[in-house]
């Protein structure tokens, strides 16, 4: 069965701080990884990864994935407390609708 | 502004009772998706849709149904409703079934209390 893993599940830093922020997966027919960014309502895009070790960046935000290994990561420098969310990880299987396998999610608090 | 519409967005329903979640999307996408989001669980998959006139079972489609009369409208519908189906709905689209290259854009979600 596929998984998708994250840790910590939850974390409060103050804002300047760096976080990371892991993912490890097993996703059968594996296609590419992608993070999510959940405040109160839907969940908006932040990277989609697909090959090992080029890293993705926007802004403050950058993420990395190793096939290898099976995992990812997501940093944010300087955090904020906008930054603050649930951000979630998800394994993108191909099958024939491309099966998503969502991890738990990460908390993110940020305080001022 | 383009994006998917879900509605309504919170609702209370009593046990027994039937109710249908409307989701609208104004993209073109084909694909179309309904997720469940638990607490401790994420979201996982209940029904899908590759394109107009085509569904298909998720993770956890007992309980639900959906059609897809058309490409912009994917509606959600519980024939009979348990308190287990308390939960928060996410509709979702993407342009190509094959969600590894291109990715979900997601409504802001059905808050439904089953009591």
């Known amino acids: 069965e596929d998984k998708v893993v994250q840790s910590p599940l939850s974390l409060v830093v103050h804002e300047g701080d760096t976080v990371t922020l892991n993912c490890s997966y097993e996703v059968t027919n594996f296609r590419s990884l992608l993070w999510y960014k959940q405040e109160k309502k839907a969940p908006t895009f932040l990277f989609m990864l697909?090959?090992?070790?080029i890293e993705k960046k926007s802004g403050r935000l950058s993420s990395i994935l190793d096939k290898k290994e099976l995992f990812s990561i997501l940093n944010i420098t300087a955090t904020q407390t906008g930054d603050s969310a649930i951000y979630l990880c998800?394994?993108?299987?191909?099958?024939?609708?491309?099966?998503?396998?969502f991890g738990q999610g990460t908390i993110l608090t940020v305080h001022p | 502004t383009a994006g998917i519409t879900q509605a309504p967005t919170s609702q209370i329903l009593a046990a027994g009772r039937s109710m249908t979640l409307r989701c609208t999307q104004d993209?073109?996408?084909?694909?179309m998706y309904w997720y469940r989001q638990d607490l401790g669980l994420g979201l996982r998959l209940i029904h899908y849709s590759n394109t107009a006139g085509t569904t298909g079972k998720g993770e956890v489609p007992d309980g639900y149904s959906v059609s897809r009369a058309n490409t912009d409208d994917f509606p959600l519908t519980l024939a009979s409703a348990v308190p287990s189906q308390t939960s928060v709905y996410f509709c979702?689209?993407?342009?190509?079934?094959?969600?590894?290259?291109?990715?979900?854009?997601f409504g802001n979600g059905t808050r439904l209390t089953v009591t």
């Open positions: 697909t090959s090992s070790g």
């Open positions: 979702a689209s993407s342009d190509s079934a094959g969600t590894y290259n291109s990715p979900l854009h």
């Open positions: 998800v394994g993108a299987g191909g099958t024939s609708y491309g099966k998503l396998t």
């Open positions: 993209m073109r996408h084909n694909a």
